[in-house]
């Protein structure tokens, strides 16, 4: 299983703008066969800053998120040009 931690910082203000996009891209993603989760988390201190608990059965199943027409219009298209940071990690889960 692959989890993926990605960090968000939108420029200033644009918090709300962001949020209502992942709000409409959550559930394509959680659709998708090979994803287990997708959570969105917003900071309570900073309404800029966003965390996105991600869990793929492989990474295949990540790589075909990224692939994905729902990725490319509200991630690359609306969420990426409203961004001042963006990163994320990949981790493995222990069992």
């Excluded at 299983?1 to 409409?24: F, P």
């Excluded at 961004?83 to 994320?88: D, G, I, K, Y």
Aim: proline residues 4%; hydrophobic residues 40%; negative net charge.
């Amino acid at each position: 299983m692959l989890v993926v931690i990605a960090q968000y910082r939108t420029r200033a203000g644009k918090g709300d703008e962001v949020a209502s996009v992942l709000a409409l891209h959550r559930p394509a993603t959680v659709a998708e066969p090979g994803c287990r989760a997708f959570v969105v988390n917003r900071s309570q201190d900073d309404g800029d800053r966003f965390v996105l608990y991600e869990q793929y059965d492989d990474e295949a199943a990540f790589e075909a998120h990224r692939a994905s027409p729902h990725f490319k219009r509200y991630i690359e298209g609306q969420v990426v040009p409203l961004l001042a940071e963006r990163s994320w990690e990949r981790y493995s889960v222990v069992e």
